[in-house]
């Protein structure tokens, strides 16, 4: 089992910025690959952002590339969203994943349904 906390979510006007944590505990979360997603109400859960396990690969959605930015620190059991230039369509709750094979296969890191633990996540409020 792997246990995943979110935090650094909050309210913040357009153009601002945001650093979200998700810490790890439990098994090893070294080799975990890792992965943010979002949900805003009355929308489907989708792909933000992913690393892989080692951190040499990361991946992006094309509405967030250029401003957001995926890091882990595995001495610390973390994973890092930093969020930059934030606009009102970015409000959602982002969630962070785990699975040891997101990255096995092209782009599977993209699907949520492929992610074994959850966050509970963190509410991201943009104000226009």
């Known amino acids: 089992q792997v246990q995943l906390v979110e935090s650094g979510g909050g309210l913040v006007q357009a153009g601002g910025s945001l650093r979200l944590s998700c810490a790890a505990s439990g098994r090893t979360f070294s080799v975990y690959d890792m992965g943010w997603f979002r949900q805003a109400p009355g929308k489907e859960r989708e792909f933000v952002a992913a690393?892989?396990?080692?951190?040499?690969?990361?991946n992006y959605a094309a509405s967030v590339k250029g401003r957001f930015s995926i890091s882990r620190d595995n001495a610390k059991n973390t994973v890092y969203l930093q969020m930059n230039s934030l606009k009102p369509e970015d409000t959602a709750v982002y969630y962070c994943?785990?699975?040891?094979?997101?990255?096995?296969?092209?782009?599977?890191?993209?699907?949520?349904?492929?992610?074994?633990?959850w966050g509970q996540g963190t509410q991201v409020t943009v104000s226009s």
């Open positions: 690393i892989s396990w080692t951190g040499g690969s990361t």
């Open positions: 994943a785990a699975d040891r094979r997101a990255y096995a296969s092209g782009s599977g890191y993209q699907n949520s349904h492929l992610y074994d633990y």
